[in-house]
């Protein structure tokens, strides 16, 4: 025991001294488990970009607000002390999930949920200004050293433990593993919190707009949470909100820039207020808001009729997202959830067909070739319903169709066979 602890200490004695980083803001020394490049912090945003827009409903499609917004995050990386480091991109996501964030590599992310919440253009300037303030410290690198010491004690207690116990532990190993992924989901600490929030101050009054919105923001969340009725909201689990953080915004604007206070509303940009193209953004956004929300919900109730197996709530489902399909014909969100309407009620007919019960599957299936008139599958299984309950002339028909329909494909071919069985292979 005695000796694997010796050497697990050399080993920790070894990281701390070949470790020490920058913060690229202030300057300040942080542990690291070695420098991470420019060129590794860009490749590590490229790597993880395509997987935040597919883990949040893919990219909200509003093409004015994109390019209006976007100009004023290149704006206000513009003010960055990381300005040339980067191509700096903006995205909004698509989830309903009030949520920003900024990851390593210059990817700057806002969800239409939190977006609509927004009032002010201000209050997204500081927002923003907040998790671009997390990139420019690196604050997940920071965290992860952070971490890793954490993980490094662990695998020593479970080292020193293993050696007692003369059991084998993962330890060390597998909390390095563990810390890695976990980097973007990391909980910042009270003083990266203050240090984003000075960023978001220092980006508003840079930019002409009032710093002291960023409040409002803190507001909201604080609404939020208290409606939520302990369900955890997504962006407080990583930036955890206390009092102290609306008293320390007040106190770094009256440090840094005293000349702000008592300044009137109209002398702050964007200098007409209800009446500019952020206002417009949000209502446009409001006016589509209670579609996304039917859509949730109809989401929601589709997962629970999966997981009880029943039919009524998933034709239910259905009938919500279509209706979001008719109001809003051109997000792909509502499409791809008929898709799985329609594969689900498929696969509903489907155990039907195994279980024997024809006269339910004939209908299940008859139904989903409705929604669907151009998948073969459907009908295909649906003529095998009718031939098992004796409707022949309906199978032939059907048959027809699926030949008509898949006339190269595996489905047209087992059609046709169904057909001369029967006695009608007549015309293909
Ligand atoms: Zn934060």
Known sequence: MYWTLRLALLFLCFLLVGSCCVDPVDQTAYFCLGEMSLKEEVELGDAYAPNIDAMFDGVYHDPAAADYLGQLILEMAGHSVRAEDFAWKFTILNSSTPNAFAVPGGYIYITRGLLAALETEGQFISVMG????????????????????????VGLIGTAESAVTRNREPGLASSIGAAGAQLFLLRYDRGQELQSDKRGVYYAAAMGYDPAEATKTFAYFQRLEEESGGVQIEWLRTHPLNENRITDIHAEIAEKHPELAGRPQGSFRPYRQGNDSFAQIIQTLGRAEPTYEKYDAAWTALGKALEDGK?????????????CAAAIPDEPLFHTAIGACHLALESFAEARFEQGDYRRAAAEFELASDLFPMSPAPLYYYGLSCEKLGRSEEAVRAYRKVVELDQEGSLGAKARERLRSLGAARGR
């Not at 039919?311 to 209706?323: N, T």
């Open 130 to 153: 907040h998790e671009l303030g997390h990139v420019e410290h690196r604050h997940s690198h920071q965290a992860m050293g952070r971490n890793l010491i954490g993980g490094i004690l």
């Open 311 to 323: 039919k009524g709530p998933l034709e239910q489902a259905l009938a919500s997202f279509e209706e």
